[in-house]
Structures are given as C-alpha cells and as structure tokens.
C-alpha cells in the first residue's frame, strides 16, 4: 500500500525527491537506497516514477521501502518537490 | 577535521595514450581551490605548459563536480570543464547543468582528468569498480542525441549520464562543445574539439556511491533557509515562470539585442512581438524539466507539430538562442529559433559562436566580400533559416565554406581577407556574441573575462535594474554607494570584480549562477555559501574567506592565459566595432564604447585586482596574498610578472 500520490503531469524529473528520501533513510545524498526512483516514460516528455513499497535489492542499488518518512514532522519528498508533484497520503489511511 | 566531508575524495587520471589509470586524493587542492572549477583550473595550470598546444595529446581535459553537487543544496547539478582552449590558446573553461556531475560523484570522482590521445576512437565508461576504455568507433560520425542513446542501449542502464561530442568535436570545428543530457552544453572554448583530438567521443558515468555531509542536520537547515530565499525572491519566482526567456522588451529596448551581426543592438519591434515568450509558452511548450535540487527548473520542453520542422522534440532554449538565432540573423519564424538550437545540440556546436561566425559571413556576403561561389551557391539573405541550418550542418562536418566557418571569424576572416576583419567581433579571438554598446559594466565584463568573452565571468544583470536597488544594498552588496544607470562607468569596476569571484565559487560548489546576486541582490551572498559549505564539509569559513579563495582561482585563470598566451592590456578592449560604430536606433542610440571610458574603467579594475595597469599584469606581492608564491615565480621566469617600480 502506497503513502504516496504523485502528479506525473507536473513532474519535471529533478530527482530531488530521491536524494531528499536517502536524507531521510541514512542522512546521506544517495539515490540507490531511496524509496522512489525517478525515470524517463516511454512517451516523451513523460517522466516515470516507481515507489518502492518494499526493500529491494538488485546489483546497482537496495531500495529501501517507504515508511512516509516516519520520524519526520511531514515527507521529505513532499517538501522539497520544488512543484508540488508529490503528496504524502494520511499515515493511518494509505491509498496507492 | 582534516578532510571536506562532501567529497568523493578521490581524482581519477587517465592517460589514453598509455592506456595508464591512477588517482589521487582531492583534499590535496580543497582548501585553497574550493572544487569543481577551482580545482579544475590548478590541475590545468600545474600540468599543461606554455609550449603545449591545445591539440597536443598533452593537453588535459578535466571534468569537474562542484564540492555540493549532487546534494540538497539549490541547483546542486552542475559540472565543470577545463582544458587549454584550441579557440584562444588560453584558459577553456565553462559549465554544465545536467545529472552528469552527479552521478560522476556517485562513481567515486570529484573530477576526472583526460590527457594523451587513443589510438582508435574511445568511450570511456567509469564505475565505482572499474574504469574501461571502449570501442567508439560505432559512435564515430553520430550525432549527441544518438551517442547518448546508443551508450545507455549498450550498457542496459538508463541512469548512465553520458557527456559526448557530436561530429563537430571530432571534426576540430572551433566551436564544437561538449553535451550532456541531449541539451546541455558547456559551450564556449572549443571544448568539444579537444575531446576529438583525444578521440574521445564520450564520458559515461554511473555510480552507486553516496554524497556524506560533515554535519548533516545543520547542512539541511541551511538548505531551507535559503530555499525560502529563492521561493520569496520575484526575480526567482520569473525563471520559474518562464525561464530564462521571460522578458525580451526591456532588453531589447535597453539596446542590448544584437542585430544582424551587430549592425545594431535594437531588433525591429514588429519582429520582436511575433516571438515573444507568450508565444512559445502558447503554440510550442509542451513542458518543463529541472535537474537536481533545483528549486527554479527553467527548462522548456517543446515540440513542433507543423511546418519544415514538424516532429521535432526537444529540450532548450535559454535567452542566448533568442540573441543567437532570432535578432543575429534576423529570423522571425518562430519554430526556426527551436530547430536552430536542437541542431547545434545535436552536431555538438555551440550555438552562441556558430551563430556570430554564421553572422560575420551574412554580412560579407551583404557586403560582396562572400559570393555564391564561395558558398556553395548558398545565398546567404538575413532571416533564412533554412541556410542558417545547413551552415551548421556544414560547419559540424567542415564541408564548403563550412571548413572556413569551422575556424571561428577570427580566423576564418585571415583565410577569407578582403576586408572581412572589419566585421569581426572577438575577444581574445574568441567570437563574442553579447551586444555591450549601451551598458558598460556588462561590456567590462565581457571584455575582460578570462575565457574569452562571455557573460558569465564577471559582467553584471543589475546595471538594468539600477533605479529598484536601494544605495544601502549596493553599499553592503559591492561596496559602491549606488548602482548607475547602464551608460556610465561608475563603479562598473567594483561590480565586475565583485561577480569575477562569486562567479568562482559558484562554479566551484557547483551550483547555478541563478541561485546567487548575479541574478538578483536578494538571493544567495558568498555569505550564503559558505555557510552551506561549511555545514557540508566540516571546514569553517566564512563568506570572505570563500570571495578570497574565488579571487585566487580568477588569479590562476588570469596568469594561465598571461602565460600561455601572452594576453595584457590590449586584450581587454572591445571588439573595435563596438568602440567605432555607435547604435544606430531605440533608446540608446549613438551609444558606443568611448576609449577614453574603457581606459579609466581599466585602470580602476587592475587596481581592484592589484594588477599593474600598463599591462594589465598580476603582481607578486597580490600573488603571494593569495598564497600563489610559485605562480609569481612563474610569471617572472617568462618575464611577465608587473615590475615593482
């Protein structure tokens, strides 16, 4: 179950949101344990984004799954998307 | 703490002659030359000599991260290169957006130095584990966007970020550059060419690595201060509405539009109002793209569904292609101004020389001096797109009159003569592609800037804005009672030295010069930064230790180019078109660069910088201030070190 809702029409691919999610795991800038990973769609200009929900582990990384960043006063991906494309559903209450 | 924190901690040599890796530890250079540029430039001054050309296998090509990319810090995306420029024989230098820098980072490497030649073309592909030299020669005559494709196919991994040349680099073309991510190019400098003289035709990086703050926590609170600097700042709120392209008018009635190779610096209203961004944004934007930590994302993305250029798709364009590609060549069609730039990103050309060479040779055509004979049967009219493309296209693969254009005005008007020196307009030999008649403290910037012309290393955006800053922000921001309007030359030195070494540190940390007072006062000072440099990498400085260490990187820059080149004082004039031929309509007209201006602007800037002012020449003692002991010695052993007396 997902605690995230994400915008793909406005996405701009920054990939803030994956170094602000490592921030969030280990204090660390680090794209490969983060919980969501920022892609191109096979249409341009589209842009991907998985959420890991669970750990997973492959040769060039180990996601790390998404705990709506517990422990943080709201989600850091949130935050620091600079458009807004990213909302954190209610803990409790998680719909992908 | 001994060492930066926010640090790969490691540089990667590679000798494609030899075939020989090794590395070395980046602290070696931190504390004095910060990272990314700073770093760059002493690799570049300590290991290419005078006697090295800029095709020698000798010379170096380094890439380098800045000290915050690839963190959370605003605009943390961006790289640097720097090599001896084949253009000016002098320092080669510029920069790049994109996830390149990044992801360099993540495989292990604050910078990356190039030197030798390969036997057969190459790639390099450059991983936490290994570093490999591949065959190329598939990629040999591609084009950027295939090269990108091609690298990430080949490797299975689409978070490969790839810097490459188009057939321009491998071509020599002068103005070949280097791109990354389809359409970001570190442009000027003829960096492109020195990557196809080592037959390079890529960089591919991928890393698995993580970026570590010496103070984690308090790095992040500085992070959102100045977030919340850049979210309340207007000037930042308009790149994030139109990026760079966002209000033409002003500019233009400021007289700062060059107009058919510079006949004028005022383009035709009519003209003008059929291109205005509204009409981008409404007809051709189809959406936008940031890179990383970037809280501004400029970016346009367009795409073209009818007319000779339908199909195409395509990152870009920023202010310069409206200079470039609309009022230079006196084109109007608004989808040409967007195949004109994908077209340079594709060959690998950068679009800010390759269009003033194309100008120069509108106007010698204009003028008689080039004739359908010399081009082809080209007839080169102002406003024709469609040659404007097939010069490029020409040039990229030095065919026809494309192999002359190749060279650059400079020397392409030596091989041409006839009286086309008259329309060239150059610095340091590189085309300069900034009208400057009307506003002098960006002219001195220009002018001066140690990679030959540009607009980044030391010309200033707030003479435009002279009337909405208030004197006790001038005072505390440049040390100048007020900021006078663009026709004087008061305290245009101070400016100019003031953005020269804020300019370097941004570089150096590898943020984006829209983040910091270059763009607006109220954004981010050296103050700024260095607090963000601190929290990142354990080693506390303050905003005038960080200005100093910018000082002694544009010092370094500065005896690179006195040394290799032999650049003084008269190598800091204006193009003499600009000194000759006043503005010949709007609001500015008759405005020109006096010399007697230029002269008492000289002298008041070598004296900012302590340089003598006869010759324009660094001085041991300042070089000693800033811990540069043994470029003074060099300077003296060539005989261009300023006297005492």
Redesign the interface.
Same mark, same amino acid.
């Not at chain 2, 189809?286 to 994302?297: F, K």
């Given at each position: 179950m997902s605690h995230l809702k994400v915008d793909l029409d406005r996405c701009?691919?920054? !990939?803030?949101c994956e170094?602000?999610c490592?921030?969030h795991h280990? !204090?660390?800038?680090?794209? !490969?344990?983060a919980s969501l990973e920022v892609?191109?769609a096979p249409e341009?200009?589209g842009v991907s984004i998985i959420l890991y929900e669970e750990q997973t582990g492959s040769e060039?990384?180990s996601h790390l799954s998404c705990d709506a960043c517990e422990g943080e006063p709201g989600a850091l991906c949130t935050k620091?998307c600079?458009?807004g494309a990213i909302q954190l559903q209610s803990r409790r209450s998680c719909r992908g | 703490m001994d060492r930066p924190v926010s640090s790969a901690g490691r540089i990667l040599h590679i000798d494609l002659t030899s075939g020989k890796i090794w590395t070395e530890p980046t602290d070696t250079y931190s504390a004095k030359f910060i990272g990314g540029r700073g770093i760059d430039l002493w690799l570049l001054y300590k290991g290419v000599k005078p006697w090295m050309t800029p095709f020698d296998p000798a010379n170096r090509l380094i890439f380098g991260s800045g000290v915050l990319t =690839?963190?959370?810090a605003p605009c943390a995306t961006r790289y640097s290169l720097e090599a001896k420029s084949p253009v000016t024989g002098a320092t080669g230098s510029g920069n790049s957006c994109g996830?390149f820098g990044q992801e360099m980072r993540?495989s292990g490497y604050d910078h990356i130095v190039i030197q030798g030649k390969a036997r057969v073309p190459v790639y390099l592909w450059i991983t936490n584990e290994k570093v490999e030299l591949r065959n190329a020669s598939p990629l040999w005559g591609k084009t950027t966007w295939e090269t990108d494709q091609w690298i990430k196919e080949e490797a299975g991994?689409?978070?490969a970020q790839v810097a490459c040349i188009g057939p321009s680099g491998e071509n020599l073309v002068k103005t070949a550059c280097v791109i990354t991510n389809r359409a970001r190019a570190v442009g000027k400098c003829g960096l492109g060419a020195v990557m196809g003289a080592k037959n390079l035709k890529a960089i591919a990086v991928?890393g698995? =690595?993580?970026?570590?703050?010496a103070y984690?926590?308090r790095f992040?609170d500085e992070v959102d201060r100045v977030l919340e600097k850049l979210k309340r700042s207007d000037r930042a709120e308009s790149l994030r509405k139109w990026g760079t392209y966002g209000r033409p008018i002003p500019l233009n009635e400021s007289c700062l539009f060059p107009v058919r190779n510079f006949q004028d610096d005022h383009w035709d209203p009519d003209k003008m109002n059929k291109l205005l961004p509204d009409v981008y944004r409404k007809d051709y934007e189809? =959406?936008?793209? =940031? @890179?990383?930590?970037?809280?501004? @994302?400029c970016s346009h993305?367009y795409k073209i569904d009818e007319g000779p250029y339908a199909g195409l798709?395509c990152e870009g364009f920023e202010f310069n292609t409206v200079w470039n590609f609309m009022s230079r060549l006196d084109i109007d069609y608004v989808p040409a101004v967007i195949k004109l730039h994908s077209l340079c990103n594709e060959y690998g050309l950068d679009q800010d020389s390759s269009s003033c060479v194309i100008a120069w040779a509108f106007e010698c055509f204009e003028k008689g001096i080039l004739t359908e004979k010399d081009t082809g049967g080209l007839k080169l009219k102002w406003g024709d797109h469609e040659v404007v493309a097939e010069l490029l296209r020409k040039m990229a693969f030095r065919e026809g009159i494309g192999n002359v254009l190749a060279e650059g005005s400079q020397k392409a008007s030596t091989l041409v003569g006839k009286g086309s020196e008259r329309y060239v307009t150059h610095l340091k030999g590189q085309d300069s592609m900034e009208a400057m008649r009307a506003a002098k403290g960006w002219a001195l910037g220009c002018c001066v800037s140690t990679r030959g012309g540009g607009h980044t290393r030391g010309a200033n955006l707030v003479e435009l804005a002279h009337k909405a800053i208030p004197p006790e922000v001038a005072q505390k921001t440049w040390g100048i009672p007020g900021v006078a309007e663009p026709s004087s030359c008061e305290g245009k030195a101070q400016l100019v030295t003031y953005y020269e070494r804020l300019q370097a540190i941004v570089d150096s940390l590898g943020l984006c010069l829209f983040t910091s007072t270059w763009w607006s006062p109220d954004l981010l000072d050296p103050e700024d930064y260095a607090r963000l440099y601190s929290a990142a990498t354990g080693r506390e400085i303050d905003g005038k230790e960080l200005v100093l260490a910018g000082e002694r990187i544009h010092n370094v820059e500065k005896a690179f180019n006195v040394l290799h080149a032999g650049f003084c004082r008269q190598d800091d004039y204006p193009p003499k078109r600009f000194m000759e031929e006043p503005v010949k309509s709007g609001p500015a007209r008759g405005e020109f660069l006096r010399r007697k201006d230029w002269d008492r602007m000289l002298d008041e800037y070598y004296e900012l910088h302590g340089w003598e002012k006869k010759t324009g020449w660094q001085e041991r003692s300042q070089l000693e201030r800033l811990g540069l002991e043994e470029v003074a010695d060099d300077l003296e052993r060539a005989g261009r070190l300023a006297p005492l007396f």
């Open positions: 701009v691919g920054c !990939k803030t170094i602000a490592s921030y280990r !204090k660390v800038f680090d794209p !490969k344990i892609g191109e341009w200009p060039m990384g620091y600079p458009v | =690839g963190t959370m996830f993540l991994d689409k978070r991928r698995t =690595g993580s970026i570590e703050m984690a926590e992040m189809v =959406g936008r793209r =940031g @890179y990383l930590s970037c809280p501004l @994302y993305l798709t």
